[in-house]
């Protein structure tokens, strides 16, 4: 079964740069769900969307924005990066209405 | 801020044995789930118990509820040396689909 794609994997960026992740959602899901996973930390909301409109936002910085586009995937782009981002960021996908989310495997971000 | 607690921090079995991992949260809930994550690696979904169910079982996997105790457990029977990982369990509320994580416990198991 498809499962959601995120990309890429792994990530390397210099402290001031931009970054853009991607989420491939599950076919027929329409709702992406971005949260953020610290060294030994459990992961933590970011912001969410269901048909392509911002249906919840968590501790999001500023400097990081998202949005999800007409086939249903999404992209965070994240700007004036900090040694403090560096971090796995997940992705997950769900039927609106289902509180049953499937997540990506995730993308590693290093900031140097 | 985070909802949900976990003990133990981390938690060392052998192989074989069952473990015992259990979950503490503050608000009132809608659904309570649980997920694996190997070291560094994506969450897998492992079980769902809906506030007015009290126990759910898939395959070694049993998970208990308790609403007005505000806790939950998960057990994993008969452990096997797979099974090693950070197990997570998340609360959302009613007409809140986001999840909000424990801090996690560490199982490793020993062969």
């Known amino acids: 079964a498809a499962g959601v794609i995120q990309s890429p994997r792994h990530l390397i960026k210099e402290k001031r740069e931009t970054a853009t992740l991607k989420c491939y959602p599950i076919?027929?899901?329409?709702?992406v769900y971005w949260y953020q996973q610290g060294p030994g930390q459990d992961p933590q909301f970011l912001i969410s969307?269901?048909?392509?409109?911002?249906?919840d936002k968590g501790s999001i910085p500023d400097r990081f924005s998202a949005q999800q586009f007409s086939d249903y995937h999404s992209e965070l782009n994240m700007s004036s990066l900090e040694l403090g981002d560096s971090a796995l960021y997940f992705c997950?996908?769900?039927?609106?209405?289902?509180?049953?989310?499937?997540f990506g495997q995730g993308t590693r971000l290093t900031v140097v | 801020s985070q909802q949900g607690e976990e003990d133990p921090q981390a938690l060392s079995i052998q192989e074989g044995e069952n473990a015992t991992m259990n979950c503490s949260y503050k608000?009132?809930?809608?659904?309570l789930q649980w997920y694996r994550q190997n070291s560094g690696r994506g969450l897998v979904h492992l079980i769902l118990?809906?506030?007015?169910?009290r126990e759910k079982h898939s395959g070694r996997l049993r998970v208990t509820l308790d609403t007005s105790k505000k806790s939950s457990s998960l057990l994993i029977t008969a452990s096997r040396a797979a099974d090693t990982a950070s197990y997570f369990c998340?609360?959302?509320?009613?007409?809140?689909?986001?999840?909000?994580f424990g801090t996690g416990t560490r199982l490793t198991i020993i062969p």
């Open positions: 997950a996908s769900s039927i609106g209405g289902s509180t049953e989310a499937f």
């Open positions: 076919p027929r899901h329409d709702t």
């Open positions: 969307f269901y048909e392509k409109m911002q249906s």
């Open positions: 608000t009132s809930i809608n659904n």
């Open positions: 118990i809906r506030s007015n169910e």
């Open positions: 998340a609360t959302d509320s009613f007409g809140n689909e986001k999840l909000t």
